[in-house]
């Protein structure tokens, strides 16, 4: 059984940064997709960024430029680095694992990932 444990999230100021952690256990993490997703109130899930096992990143229009993913395969741990933070970035974000091994694709679509963290809230104020 995947779990994931996501870390990091809480309050800041507009302009500022936060480092979001995910560790992962449960099956070979090198070999899967991992992502960030995020959710605010009211709102449907949307994609942050991810990145494959071939350490492809990939991020949504909103962050980019903004945020960093990276992965630390020794820690079994992904991570989000935001930075020049805007309100509009307050949400629960949450990481996820993609569904096939190895996959060069990488999917925008939160359906398309296998297991989920229990999230993170991450807030920020004007």
């Known amino acids: 059984q995947v779990q994931l444990v996501e870390s990091g999230g809480g309050l800041v100021q507009a302009g500022g940064s936060l480092r979001l952690s995910c560790a992962a256990s449960?099956?070979?993490?090198?070999?899967?997709?991992m992502g960030w997703f995020r959710q605010a109130p009211g709102k449907e899930r949307e994609f942050v960024a991810a990145?494959?096992?071939?350490?492809?990143?990939f991020y949504a229009d909103s962050v980019k430029g903004r945020c960093t993913i990276s992965r630390d395969n020794t820690k079994n741990s992904v991570y989000l680095q935001m930075a020049s933070l805007k309100p509009e970035d307050t949400a629960v974000y949450y990481c996820?694992?993609?569904?096939?091994?190895?996959?060069?694709?990488?999917?925008?679509?939160?359906?398309?990932?296998?297991?989920w963290g229990q999230g993170t809230q991450v807030t920020v104020s004007s």
């Open positions: 449960g099956r070979t993490f090198s070999s899967y997709t």
């Open positions: 996820a694992q993609g569904r096939r091994s190895r996959s060069f694709l990488v999917s925008y679509t939160s359906a398309d990932y296998a297991y």
């Open positions: 990145i494959n096992w071939s350490l492809s990143t």
